[in-house]
């Protein structure tokens, strides 16, 4: 098992799809307008994250509309949505095996780090070199590993509901992710 491997080259998939920005533009959104590139790694890994989860959210409520992403995609981005899906499972498997003593890592967290760390040691922390590896392994993963997210996400929104009980509506990432998205069209067009 490779732990350090070189980074693959993520090929540019903003350039005609209908949601190749999306990633950094919600990357921009988390990051409140500072740049990116002049933060610490934890508030990096932290905004992937956010930003990483209403991806999976959007992929998993408009797959459509990230198909082109597979079109582009590497074979290390399906080899590493493979081992993202792997350490999902494997993560919620101590969790259940544990209960009292567990703490969920999702898979955004999971591809966070990786997105992060990759970037790091590129030194590229820059929105777009971080969106676009974020579209790419997220986009991979939430769609090849469909049934899996759906599972994580119906997981999430029980934990979240649990959290805050007094909201109106029961929170749904692919509800929000679709919103995002949705915003994001609109920002695109208005431009």
């Given at each position: 098992?490779?732990?350090?491997?070189?980074?693959?080259?993520?090929?540019?998939?903003?350039?005609?799809?209908?949601?190749?920005?999306?990633?950094e533009?919600?990357?921009?959104?988390?990051?409140?307008?500072?740049?990116?590139?002049?933060?610490?790694?934890?508030?990096i890994?932290?905004?992937?994250?956010?930003?990483?989860?209403?991806?999976?959210?959007a992929?998993?409520?408009?797959?459509?509309?990230?198909?082109?992403?597979?079109?582009?995609?590497?074979?290390?981005?399906?080899?590493?949505?493979?081992?993202?899906?792997?350490?999902?499972?494997?993560?919620?498997?101590?969790?259940?095996?544990?209960?009292?003593?567990?703490?969920?890592?999702?898979?955004?967290?999971?591809?966070?780090?990786?997105?992060a760390?990759?970037?790091?040691?590129?030194?590229?922390?820059?929105?777009?070199?971080?969106?676009?590896?974020?579209?790419?392994?997220?986009?991979?993963?939430?769609?090849?590993?469909?049934?899996?997210?759906?599972?994580?996400?119906?997981?999430?929104?029980?934990?979240?509901?649990?959290?805050?009980?007094?909201?109106?509506?029961?929170?749904?990432?692919?509800?929000?992710?679709?919103?995002?998205?949705?915003?994001?069209?609109?920002?695109?067009?208005?431009?």
């Open positions: 098992m490779k732990f350090f491997s070189r980074r693959q080259n993520v090929r540019d998939v903003r350039e005609g799809q209908p949601c190749g920005g999306f990633a533009w919600l990357l921009r959104q988390f990051a409140g307008g500072r740049p990116m590139a002049s933060m610490p790694y934890g508030e890994e932290r905004i992937c994250a956010n930003a990483g989860s209403l991806l999976v959210g992929v998993h409520a408009r797959p459509a509309d990230f198909e082109g992403v597979l079109a582009v995609g590497l074979p290390d981005i399906d080899r590493e949505a493979a081992l993202l899906s792997r350490r999902t499972a494997d993560g919620f498997r101590a969790s259940l095996a544990d209960r009292k003593n567990t703490v969920m890592a999702w898979p955004w967290d999971h591809m966070a780090t990786k997105v760390w990759d970037a790091t040691r590129q030194e590229d922390t820059s929105e777009a070199a971080l969106g676009a590896a974020l579209l790419s392994l997220g986009s991979v993963y939430a769609m090849r590993h469909r049934e899996q997210v759906a599972a994580v996400l119906s997981l999430w929104t029980q934990v979240a509901a649990g959290v805050s009980a007094v909201s109106a509506s029961p929170p749904d990432l692919s509800r929000m992710g679709a919103e995002m998205l949705a915003a994001y069209e609109a920002s695109r067009t208005a431009a």
